[in-house]
């Protein structure tokens, strides 16, 4: 379980790792430091501004690195209804828009052990086009579904003693992240 967010300010970056844009490669990096539990939320607030229907983001980190957090935060700043919390034992939960944005489709891998031929009975491939799609654990599973994506990894400070310290990289996969400046990210 998560810790319950402090009031602080917006993470601190700690510099990006490459560039984007028209003249970038297929994938981007950005390495941003984040300290407590609602910058988290705040970076996922930061990147909810940069999706749209049909991106699929994948989160990786250890248990309890922060990765519903940050979906918390995508789904605050995507407007979605009900509440972000992880879908472990269901699986998945799609939360509807309230508004005119897509909605935010929040997958937990962890208990699924193959690929993607496991995943198909959720029809992500059906909601990738008009939904956000963040899939926890989904590296080596939800690859296929698309060459565009999102891969955010989270990890924990090495030797922190405040157990708040993570280290997030968010790496552009494909043509649609190398047209995007993830470098936004770090403000």
Do not use: C, N
Request: no cysteine; proline share 6%.
């Amino acid at each position: 379980m998560e810790a319950p967010a402090a009031a602080q300010g917006p993470a601190e970056p700690s510099g990006p790792s490459g560039t984007s844009g028209p003249s970038a490669g297929p994938s981007s990096d950005v390495e941003i430091t984040v300290t407590s539990p609602e910058q988290m939320r705040e970076l996922g607030r930061r990147l909810a501004k940069l999706l749209r229907a049909g991106d699929l983001v994948m989160l990786s980190g250890e248990l309890g690195a922060g990765k519903t957090t940050l979906t918390r935060g995508l789904g605050e700043s995507l407007g979605v209804r009900g509440a972000v919390t992880s879908p472990t034992f269901v699986i998945a939960r799609v939360h509807p828009s309230l508004g005119d944005g897509p909605p935010l489709v929040h997958v937990d891998a962890y208990r699924l052990s193959g690929g993607l031929d496991e995943m198909e009975d959720l029809d992500l491939d059906v909601s990738l086009s008009d939904s956000v799609i963040v899939v926890e654990w989904g590296e080596g599973k939800v690859e296929e579904l698309t060459e565009d994506r999102l891969r955010v990894r989270i990890d924990r400070g090495v030797g922190d003693t405040t157990d708040e310290v993570r280290h997030v990289t968010v790496t552009g996969l494909g043509e649609r992240w190398a047209r995007t400046d993830v470098t936004v990210l770090t403000g």
